[in-house]
Every structure is written in structure tokens, then in C-alpha cells.
Nanobody
């Protein structure tokens, strides 16, 4: 079982950048399908990016494609999300999650979650 802790959130001006980190412990995140999600007040949770392995081609939600980059460093057991050209629509709590599977076809069945880190764009 993997434990996940996010960090790196904060306030950023529109058009700015931010990098979020998600450190895993208890298990190697390379054994999981890893994803970033976000939830804004009054909205459903949205999957924004996922990665099967550190060398896999990432998958992005249309709302962030071309602006967000998900990467994974197995040596540091850390997942990253680079946010670029931020907009007010990116304001949300960002959570990383792990799916205990070698398959990574969608944003469903992620069993392990961090507590989240808040991103506010003004």
C-alpha cells in the first residue's frame, strides 16, 4: 500500500506557473498507474493527467492539454505536475492518486489518495 503526500500548491497569478509534487512512501509509485486530479468548490472531481510508467506517454484532460505536464521520478518516488499559463479555471484542490494496476486506461479505480494541495489563481 502506498501513502501519498502532495506539496507545492499556493497562489499564482494568471499566466504564471507552479509545480506540484507528490511523494510516495510504503511502496514504489512505479508499480502503480499514477494520476493527478483536481476538485473545485461546487464541482465534481476531475482527472487532469495520468501516467502508466515514468516512460509512458501521458494522458491529459482536454482542459489542461498543452499547459500541464505530468512526470514521474522513480528514484525519488515522486510524481510531479507542472502547471503553466495558469487560468482562474485552474483554481482547485489538487490531489495525486495511485491505481494498483499495470493498466491505466482511464481516471477510474484509483484507490490511494493524498490529502491534496490547494492552487489558487488570481
Amino acid at each position: 500500500q502506498v501513502q501519498l503526500v502532495e506539496s507545492g500548491g499556493g497562489s499564482v497569478q494568471a499566466g504564471g506557473s507552479l509545480r506540484l509534487s507528490c511523494v510516495g512512501s510504503g511502496s514504489n509509485i512505479g508499480n502503480y498507474c499514477m494520476g493527478w486530479f483536481r476538485q473545485a468548490p461546487g464541482k465534481e472531481r476531475e482527472g487532469v493527467a495520468r501516467l502508466k510508467t515514468a516512460r509512458s506517454t501521458p494522458v491529459y484532460a482536454d482542459s489542461v492539454k498543452g499547459r500541464f505536464i505530468i512526470t514521474q521520478d522513480n528514484a525519488r518516488n515522486t510524481l510531479y505536475l507542472q502547471i503553466r499559463n495558469a487560468t482562474s479555471e485552474d483554481t482547485a484542490m489538487y490531489l495525486c492518486a495511485a491505481r494498483p494496476s499495470v493498466f491505466c486506461p482511464d481516471f477510474e479505480r484509483f484507490d490511494y489518495w493524498g490529502q491534496g494541495t490547494q492552487v489558487t489563481v488570481s
